[in-house]
């Protein structure tokens, strides 16, 4: 249940009805137990992987607390902000280490008419219009994620020194863009993060497509600098060989339909390409296509089960001749105790074939399989991967 706190005359107390402000306390606490088999040492690593059991948190959702306000400027204005943190709730560290509100951090103005202007850390125009048809709705992040979440479709992707804009719904079509200076002397380009999006509503219908560029602030590519707004870029099993690009580049379209208040689909697809510059490591530009479904059944109020496919596959490149490809299969179950509080259970197999490049372009080796964007860390040492979770979620 959210609260609303009365605050200071600092900013932080509400000043009641007269004024027409409010700050908001809300967070997830998500706690479960996770198995996953094949789990190599590390990132690169092709053998030596044994299966683990362990803790898992943040799966179903991130666990996170966080602040939000808005205050009445009249004439329909609003000021508004966002401050969030993530956090482990197995060990209480913070989600992303050094980042206070490494989730969120902005403020901005917000209009019915008009729209609305945010600056700070916050997701990308791209994400927040495509976000709503995305497979982590029902298959979360951490395993039902796209491999490695190389299109941007879960919340891995935070961007710093970022300004907003997103237009209101006119009939049903909503538009977003959004641009995050690289603060790099001599360059509006170098580090920068762009992107532009659309969203159409239609009763049961819902269609988005978009587009996000991200720019190494390090002249030539090479490794990822503080100065890049979008920083640190997930990196896994799937494009480590790639990690060193001069920019990336995204395009994907995502929607989905609801044939009744039992069932509903979704849909995705996308195009990402890793560029190179003199320093990346690879000669090549790499592209990957990725297609994938969820289907979403709920046949009572208490109970959502979802089962999701994606395939992945990456371009012939930089001396490969076998491309790399991905094929996930996803189930989840959802059974809620209370408007606040679930019980879940997840289950995930990925299998991967063809060749890849290794960590830095250092070669041509298998692909391995890493499961969502949660393996990110800890790939698969074989061509599989199996991954079952448990957990409960709470939310205030």
């Known amino acids: 249940m959210k609260r609303v706190i009365a605050t200071s005359a600092l900013g932080l107390f509400a000043i009641g009805a007269q004024a027409q402000s409010s700050v908001t306390l809300y967070g997830i606490v998500d706690t479960g137990i996770g198995y996953l088999s094949s789990s190599a040492p590390k990132v690169g690593a092709t053998s030596g992987g044994h299966s683990v059991v362990k803790m898992i948190n943040g799966i ?15 004439g329909g204005t609003a000021a508004i902000f966002t401050l969030e943190e993530g956090f482990n709730s197995a060990t209480g560290a913070q989600s992303t280490s050094g980042l206070a509100f490494n989730r969120q951090a902005f403020v901005g103005l917000s209009n019915a008419m ?7 850390r916050q997701y990308t125009a791209y994400y927040t219009l495509l976000s709503p048809y995305s497979p982590t ?43 995050s200076v690289g603060g ?60 060193a690009a001069q920019a ?34 690879f000669t090549s530009e790499a592209v990957f296509n990725t297609a994938g479904a969820v289907l979403h059944f709920k046949p009572v109020p208490t109970l959502d ?74 790939p698969s040492s074989s061509r599989s991967q199996v991954g079952v979770g448990v957990g409960i979620i709470t939310r205030f």
Not at 60 to 74: I, M, N, Y
Not at 114 to 120: D, K
Not at 146 to 152: A, E, F, I, K, V
């Open 114 to 120: 008009y729209g609305a202007f945010t600056a700070g």
């Open 305 to 378: 089960l979802a089962a999701g496919y994606s395939y992945t596959r990456a371009s012939e490149a930089n001396g490969i001749t076998s491309a790399a490809s991905y094929n996930q299969f996803n189930l989840s179950q959802y059974y809620s105790l209370s408007k606040r509080t679930g019980l879940y259970a997840l289950e995930a197999y990925q299998r991967a074939n063809g060749q890849t490049l290794a960590a830095g372009g250092g070669g041509i080796i298998n692909a391995t399989a890493s499961i969502g964007d949660g393996q990110n860390g800890t």
């Open 184 to 243: 790099v002397a001599g360059s509006l380009d170098a580090g920068s993060t762009w992107s532009a999006a659309v969203q159409y509503l239609n009763g049961p219908f819902g269609i988005a497509a978009g587009f996000q560029r991200i720019n190494n602030a390090t002249n030539g590519g090479g490794a990822w600098s503080a100065n890049s707004t979008t920083n640190p870029l997930p990196v896994s099993s799937i494009n480590a060989g790639y990690q």
């Open 248 to 281: 990336q580049q995204r395009v994907a379209v995502t929607g989905g339909y609801a044939f009744s208040k039992q069932w509903d689909v979704s849909f995705s697809y996308s195009n990402v390409q890793y560029i190179p510059g003199t320093q990346s490591g």
């Open 60 to 74: 179903w959702a991130g666990s996170r607390f966080g602040l939000k306000g808005s205050e009445d400027l009249g």
């Open 137 to 179: 709705t029902w298959l979360t992040g951490a395993y039902g994620a796209h491999p490695g979440d190389l299109d941007s479709l879960d919340t891995t992707y935070r961007v710093n020194n970022s300004l907003v804009y997103q237009s209101p719904s006119f009939r049903g079509l909503k538009v977003a863009g959004s641009y």
